[in-house]
């Protein structure tokens, strides 16, 4: 190869990685002044399937982690993550000829009131939903479970953390 193709190949990746990296959907825009972020426990007004809520606020935390540079506190915040579960309902989505659910379908509702202690104007509160299709012979509890709310939990936080912490 000549040194002009080496050069020119080197500046393009260059190029192609930087905007890769200043343009990825998961950039989060977070003010020099905002340092820390809390998740309050989030409860959970549909008992139906007791724990979930835990496993939930741990979802929402390590995903803030993992995407920002702020660190976790217990109280004083500067952005505070607070709601509750406020819908698990599994509802049949296709029938079979005998008119017997050959699919169903589990939803999972949050509410969440987001503060931003740095800038009011940027507060709100708002339902995040999310849901998962299953075949309906399966019985949704242990890893069939587990994986539903994998699934479920997964949008639902990372659409959290795109309304509260990216530029979109």
Known sequence: MTFKK?????????????????????????????NTFQVDFFGNLDPIEPGIERT??????????????????NSGGDYIYQGEITRYYIAPMTATANNTAS?????????????????????????????YDYPANVLLNGSALDEALDVIFTQITQDIVNETLTSW
């Open 6 to 34: 080496i050069t020119f190949l080197a500046v393009t990746l260059i190029l192609v990685t930087s905007c890769g990296i200043k343009y990825g959907f998961n950039q989060t825009s977070i003010p020099d002044n905002v």
């Open 103 to 131: 699919q169903n379908r589990l939803t999972i509702e949050v509410n969440v009131r987001f503060t931003n202690t740095k800038d009011e104007e940027q507060s709100f509160e708002k339902k995040f939903s999310f849901f």
């Open 56 to 73: 939930f606020t741990l979802n929402l935390q390590d995903l803030i982690q993992d995407q920002t540079r702020l660190s976790i506190v």
